[in-house]
């Protein structure tokens, strides 16, 4: 017997086939979305980047505004959505008369704000760990039942020596060799995934803690002056 890849499929049953092609598609579903995923890092940190040179200025001067507006040209920065969101509400929290203070709701944006970043940035690794549980299961069962139609050709042939199941009995173990090869690399990549997904938000969030404390420093600041002004009128 030789492991030629055309004769063991000419020699499969359907449901091995079948069991094969499941594997196929999960293996070209993985790859899919890791290199969607490298891709689409590549380009939020590319536009993370060109967010911070550009917000810079805007940040020194302190126009939230200008911040605001910088980062609707970033749309593929994951910092440029939570900072604009952040600088849409405190600019919208300052105009309003309610009980929470500026920071408060701010604050609450981000939290929303993060939270909707996280579960974009992990878009698609679900596939990753669904293919990595379930692969070697698949080709298990491919194995089973590769085994099954070996002896199911012995009991027809009336033969039971070793030579007769062997060819069989190989080409079913083909199966499990093929869900492991899916599954290992599709672990591997999740992992790597996680991990990059986890420095990303860790950085998002230390970033989203030095701007809160900005706009407090800024918010408590002008506080005092507003009062002082209101005594001296009065």
């Known amino acids: 017997m030789t492991f030629d890849l055309a004769h ?3 020699h499969m049953s359907i449901l091995s086939k079948s069991i094969a092609f499941c594997l196929l598609l999960m ?9 969607e995923r490298v891709i689409a890092f590549a380009k939020a940190r ?18 939230l505004a200008e911040l605001e507006e910088s980062a609707k040209k970033y749309t593929s920065s994951s910092l440029a959505v939570v900072f604009g969101a952040m600088a849409r509400r405190y600019l919208s929290a300052k105009e309003e008369a309610g009980n929470m203070s500026a920071i408060e709701l701010v604050r609450n944006e ?10 974009e940035l992990r878009r698609g690794m679900s596939i990753l760990a669904t293919v990595g549980s379930i692969a070697p299961f698949v080709g298990l069962l491919g194995t089973v039942v590769g085994i099954i139609a070996a002896f199911a050709g012995i009991g ?12 069989g009995i190989s080409e079913a ?16 990549f999740y992992n790597y995934l996680s991990a990059k997904v986890s420095n ?15 706009m407090e420093n800024n918010h408590g600041r002008k506080a005092p002056k507003l009062v002082e002004k ?3 009128a009065a």
């Not at 590319?46 to 126009?63: T, Y």
């Not at 042939?157 to 062997?166: C, L, M, R, W």
């Open 46 to 63: 590319k536009a993370s980047l060109g967010f911070m040179k550009a917000s810079g200025a805007s940040l020194e001067a302190w126009d």
């Open 8 to 10: 063991i499929w000419a």
């Open 230 to 232: 209101s005594e001296k």
């Open 156 to 167: 027809a042939a009336g033969n039971a020596g070793i030579g007769a199941v062997s060819a």
């Open 110 to 119: 981000a939290a929303r704000k993060l939270e909707a970043v996280g579960s």
């Open 173 to 188: 173990l083909i199966e499990t060799a093929f869900g492991l090869m899916v599954a290992i690399p599709a672990v591997l």
């Open 27 to 35: 293996a070209l579903a993985s790859v899919g979305v890791v290199v």
């Open 200 to 214: 990303i938000e860790l950085s998002l969030t230390r970033s989203v803690g030095e701007l809160l404390d900005e």
